[in-house]
């Protein structure tokens, strides 16, 4: 069970209490949240060091930067390129086959979250200052940057 969630000199930990109520072992947010393992090394440093926005921010510029790659895209950022990269109509970034009405819903649905991220989540953190996300939001937020990375590791790339 987990007991706590703590900035705990300056690292990010939980203490998850053993089978045996021996204490527990630590083990870092990102592990328990499954954070995505391709992120860069920086955004873990700076969310262990209490930089959590930053943290936030530098993950969803990789994600634009992955979905970038990906696509082929040249010339488009944010927004702008996640709705040309997922466009269900003409994808350049196909999550599913696209042949029924469901998985168009899917790659409807899943462009509108990159798109949205891109616009709600990173841009704001690039933008304004001290917003006030808390570790426990930071989290939230890397675990939505890593189901996209996720998405985007299994999708087929034309």
């Known amino acids: 069970m987990v007991k706590s969630l703590a900035a705990e000199q300056g690292r990010g930990e ?3 209490e053993g089978e045996q109520g021996d204490g527990g072992v630590r083990a870092h947010p990102f592990e328990t949240r499954n954070i995505h393992p391709n992120l860069p090394p920086k955004v873990r440093r700076l ?3 209490g930089h959590w926005e930053t943290a936030v921010f530098e993950a969803f510029k990789f994600v ?6 990906a696509s082929g895209l040249r010339g488009k950022t944010g927004y702008a390129l996640m709705m040309a990269a997922f466009n269900e109509d003409n994808a350049l970034i196909k999550l599913n086959n696209l042949t029924t009405e469901s998985e168009i819903d899917e790659q409807r649905g ?3 979250m990159f798109a949205g991220s891109s616009a709600g989540i990173r841009n ?3 933008h304004e200052v001290d917003l006030g996300d808390t570790p426990d939001e930071a989290l939230d937020y890397l675990a939505l940057a890593s189901i996209l ?4 590791d299994a ?3 034309r």
């Open 149 to 152: 990375l996720r998405k985007l």
């Open 47 to 49: 969310y262990d060091d």
């Open 155 to 157: 999708a087929d790339l």
């Open 64 to 69: 634009e930067k992955e979905v970038k790659r």
């Open 14 to 16: 939980i203490s998850i």
């Open 124 to 126: 704001p953190r690039g």
């Open 110 to 112: 899943y462009k509108h």
